[in-house]
């Protein structure tokens, strides 16, 4: 077995990626009790923020600065609660963060378990987000920037997951069906895992 250059580290992320509305928030936190290790959500942690600038780009739906999210996701992740792992939800979005994420691994010590994609059809997560505006307190979804976020998404997203797609560790879920069927479906891949690429 190849040593970790912290060999004390035996950091595993699962990374959990979907469109806004796919159920990325809920699945993140079943899968972190049933692996006990903690959920670590970017939008959670950002919107814990009270910086104006930050505030505005959410409610517009836009994506923050690579810089500000990579820094607050990573200092998360080096908490020692997560020393064992976490899973990661909403990051990476975008390939430079993807980038930084790997480039703080190969220096903190820890690994990528797996990438699961929910993946849910965009007129679903319409939808399902029309739906969560009725009751979300969410500023986002209550100003309707349903259609930015989808764009945001459609734009970003493909290079990433063929980032990680290219590295063998991406798996596809389908995020339509039940709650629990959809945990089960994420269980079911980390137990039998990509062949990793070489
Ligand atoms: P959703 O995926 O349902 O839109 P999130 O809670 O994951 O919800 O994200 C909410 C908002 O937070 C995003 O629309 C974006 O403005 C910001 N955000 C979250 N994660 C990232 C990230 N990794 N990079 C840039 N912006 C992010």
Not at 23 to 46: E, F, M, N, R, Y
Not at 72 to 89: F, K, S
């Amino acid at each position: 077995m190849k040593t970790s250059p912290r060999s004390a580290v035996r950091r595993e992320l699962v990374l959990l990626f979907g469109g806004p509305g796919a159920g990325k928030g809920t699945q993140a936190q079943l899968l972190s009790a049933a692996l006990g290790v903690p959920h670590i959500s970017s939008g959670d942690l950002l919107r814990e923020r009270q910086a104006a600038a930050t505030q505005a780009l959410m409610t517009r739906g836009d994506l923050l600065p690579d810089g500000l999210v990579t820094d607050i996701v990573l200092e998360r992740t080096a908490q020692p609660d997560a020393e064992r792992g976490a899973v990661l939800d909403g990051f990476p979005r975008t390939v430079a963060q993807a980038q930084a994420l790997d480039a703080w691994l190969t220096q903190h010590g820890g690994t990528i378990r797996e990438a699961v994609f929910l993946e849910v059809p965009t007129d679903e997560l319409v939808n399902r987000l029309r739906e969560r505006a009725e009751v979300s307190g969410r500023a986002d979804d209550r100003a309707n920037a349903t259609p930015r976020r989808l764009e945001a998404f459609a734009k970003e997203f493909p290079p990433v997951l063929e980032y990680y797609a290219d590295r063998g560790l991406l798996r596809t879920v389908p995020g339509t069906g039940s709650i629990d069927h959809v945990h089960r479906a994420i269980l079911q891949s980390l137990a039998h895992p990509p062949a990793r690429a070489h």
